[in-house]
């Protein structure tokens, strides 16, 4: 059975992947070759995922007993790449 804890580090790995090839892949392609659908294609999965990921991130926090500073850099890992696979090195080694 798949614990909340256990959802949240997938989600955090899901949410970065999608995150670096939004940005190093799909990004570059609507620019530089003007064809706009990989960002439709993968911006809205990673917009799912991003939401999940904070929404998780508050459930699990009083289960991980994270301080302030810790939570912060948590929901900040979202916004920066590779951001939740330090969050996961970090804060998630259960």
Known sequence: MFSLF??????AFLEGLSYILLLGIATPIKYVLNEPQYVKWLG???GLLFIAYIALAFLIKPQQQW???VFGIV??????????FYVDKKYLKH
Not at 6 to 11: A, E, L, P, S, V
Not at 75 to 84: D, E, M, N, R, W
């Open 44 to 46: 809205m999965p990673h």
């Open 6 to 11: 256990n959802i949240f580090k997938i989600t």
């Open 67 to 69: 301080n302030l500073k």
């Open 75 to 84: 929901l900040l890992a979202s916004i920066i790449p590779f951001g939740t």
